[in-house]
């Protein structure tokens, strides 16, 4: 097949493990006598830099002309200046409206050979295979926030959650669509003891699985309470859906189950058009340039770029295979050793993927 990827390398880690996926998406490519394109565009602090916008025109226009779209990480130090006229995150988000990425996958599967970089124990994580739908362009980060000065001097700053219902329903139908695909579990996170919004989640949620999804096991469980389980029982949850913000700290939380943010990829994806891939983790600009960044993660994107994008099931699964092989074969990089073992850098980390395809 032919297929255009924009690749947006972004900021700190990011144009380096961004590298990586992109050889191997051209090996692949060969392996299979496919024709992918590549476009590479700015987005980020380095777009901020060069054109003093995160998100230039250009590269919203390549994104949506493009098959799908492959982004390193953005952000760092350098554009922390909460006076800024802009942030490299706003990019972020500004490309997922622009694309119309409603539904952010993120799925946290433990490795049998790592088990033991885990900060938990062996006993608990074993088996770990979640699959998170993080809703992406509603609620505290999108709706009206602003900060003004009240008259005794004091300022006050404010942030809406804001939901309808018809972005609840098109995200809870796709989860309840993949549950169906997995393990007929489906588990929803929300506040509905103290918010709104949430109890509007609950309401629609409890509707479409009653009336349309009888044949999936459903459970609501409060983000505080999830953000323990995750850490006592992992294994018993398949697929989670929840909202903008939980689906952000959880997710991150649960990163930590495989031992590493360098272990997990990320899609997001709407109803039409290009889906994002992406690492979970940032732009570690502590480690920038310094070649010792885990490409893995961004490796394990592509493989999910080449899956919902591209529908190359096959391709995908290689790339998949040939990760847990180096896994298995004990190669790692430093984010998975003990301080002070030796490990391999993020270029001959992805040699060896390439030697596995």
């Avoid at 942030?87 to 119309?100: D, H, Q, V």
């Avoid at 433990?110 to 295979?129: H, Q």
């Avoid at 169906?180 to 506040?191: A, E, Q």
């Avoid at 190359?312 to 430093?334: F, M, N, S, W, Y």
């Amino acid at each position: 097949m032919k297929a255009t990827i924009v690749l947006l390398p972004g900021d700190g880690i990011g144009p380096e493990v961004t590298t990586s996926a992109h050889r191997v998406l051209e090996a692949i490519a060969k392996r299979h006598g496919h024709e992918f394109r590549f476009q590479e565009c700015k987005i980020g602090g380095i777009a901020i830099d060069m054109f003093g916008d995160p998100l230039p025109a250009d590269t919203i226009a390549a994104c949506k002309g493009s098959d799908a779209v492959l982004l390193g990480a953005v952000g760092g130090p350098k554009w922390d200046d909460p006076n800024a006229k802009t942030r490299p995150e706003a990019g972020l988000l500004k490309i997922r409206k622009e694309l119309g990425l409603f539904a952010n996958l993120r799925p946290i599967v433990t490795f049998p050979e790592l088990l033991d970089s885990s900060p938990l124990k062996r006993s608990i994580i074993e088996g770990t295979d979640i699959l998170f739908f993080r809703e992406l362009t509603g609620g505290l980060y999108f709706g009206p926030s602003g900060c003004e000065t009240l008259e005794d001097g004091q300022q006050r700053a404010y942030s809406t959650a804001v939901y309808t219902t018809s972005e609840v329903e098109r995200i809870v139908r796709m989860a309840a669509d993949a549950a169906r695909t997995r393990r007929k579990k489906l588990t929803m996170v929300d506040k509905a003891n103290v918010l709104e919004a949430s109890r509007l989640w609950r309401r629609v949620t409890g509707k479409i699985m009653q009336e349309e999804y009888p044949d999936l096991q459903y459970e609501v469980v409060l983000v505080d309470s999830m953000a323990m389980h995750l850490l006592s029982r992992p294994t018993s949850f398949d697929v989670v859906v929840t909202s903008n913000m939980f689906g952000d700290i959880l997710t991150d939380e649960a990163s930590m189950l495989p031992g590493s943010l360098g272990m997990l990829p990320s899609a997001s994806i709407g109803s039409s058009g290009p889906g994002l891939y992406e690492p979970i983790h940032g732009s570690a600009p502590d480690i920038a340039g310094k070649g010792i960044a885990n490409p893995l993660a961004t490796i394990l994107a592509a493989a999910m770029l080449c899956r919902h994008s591209l529908g190359l099931h096959q391709e995908a699964d290689e790339i998949e295979r040939a990760v847990r092989k180096v896994l298995a074969q004990g190669d790692r990089t430093a984010d998975l050793v003990a301080k002070g073992t030796a490990s391999l850098g993020t270029a001959a980390m992805t040699e060896r993927v390439l030697e596995a395809l």
